[in-house]
T-cell receptor
Framework: GAGVSQSPSNKVTEKGKDVELRCDPI?????LYWYRQSLGQGLEFLIY????????KSGLPSDRFSAERTGGSVSTLTIQRTQQEDSAVYLC?????????????FGPGTRLTVT | KQEVTQIPAALSVPEGENLVLNCSFT??????LQWFRQDPGKGLTSLLL?????REQTSGRLNASLDKSSGRSTLYIAASQPGDSATYLC???????????FGQGTTLQVKP
């Protein structure tokens, strides 16, 4: 596809369950970012990938959150033992390379609701 | 630590007015600055991207300026229309990773 895609678009889960969110970046983009948008916190950075490595995980809120990227393409964000405060929209973005002045391209997001 | 602030938080104007949205940031060491639009329940649409070496960018009725030394950017919208109603987000690309630091946004309502 031409843009960044994310799946699922919506996810409702029970507190304590694990969830996986998927991001397909634009083909050829080596840099990939995850962000979270919640009502009280606005839009905040979670983790950054360059290729398959994640040199910046500083935004992950707890050790229940993890992410991986395989083949320099698809990325999965996993939240274990979900809590109600994890409810938010999770956005993925990709960029041609790190630090490029060319900007980031965002996917439509996954809306996560923890009941 | 980079911090981004947007003023005002909300703005309501009659159709046809020209308006300015403000964004300020604390660390001038940036890669770029992006302005985004977000409609309710939707994702982010990139409006304008200003590279760190640039002073402004224009697209149609939109003009964004960047003054790195003072840590400020403005988004100018000319001849506003009801369809411009949305939340406008300013984001600064900074640090070794180019991650975006977002402001809290300005929610704009343009009344017919």
């Amino acid at each position: 596809g031409a843009g960044v895609s994310q799946s699922p678009s919506n996810k409702v889960t029970e507190k304590g369950k694990d969830v996986e969110l998927r991001c397909d970046p634009i083909s050829g983009h080596t840099a990939l970012y995850w962000y979270r948008q919640s009502l009280g916190q606005g839009l905040e950075f979670l983790i950054y990938f360059q290729g398959n490595s994640a040199p910046d995980k500083s935004g992950l809120p707890s050790d229940r959150f993890s992410a991986e990227r395989t083949g320099g393409s698809v990325s999965t964000l996993t939240i274990q033992r979900t809590q109600q405060e994890d409810s938010a929209v999770y956005l993925c973005a990709s960029s041609p390379r790190t630090g490029t002045p060319l900007g980031q391209y965002f996917g439509p997001g996954t809306r996560l609701t923890v009941t | 630590k980079q911090e981004v602030t947007q003023i005002p938080a909300a703005l309501s104007v009659p159709e046809g007015e020209n308006l300015v949205l403000n964004c300020s940031f604390t660390d001038s060491a940036i890669y770029n600055l992006q302005w985004f639009r977000q409609d309710p329940g939707k994702g982010l649409t990139s409006l304008l991207l200003i590279q760190s070496s640039q002073r402004e960018q224009t697209s149609g009725r939109l003009n964004a300026s960047l003054d790195k030394s003072s840590g400020r950017s403005t988004l100018y919208i000319a001849a506003s229309q009801p369809g411009d109603s949305a939340t406008y987000l300013c984001a600064v690309g900074s640090g070794n990773t180019g991650k975006l630091i977002f402001g809290q946004g300005t929610t704009l309502q343009v009344k017919p």
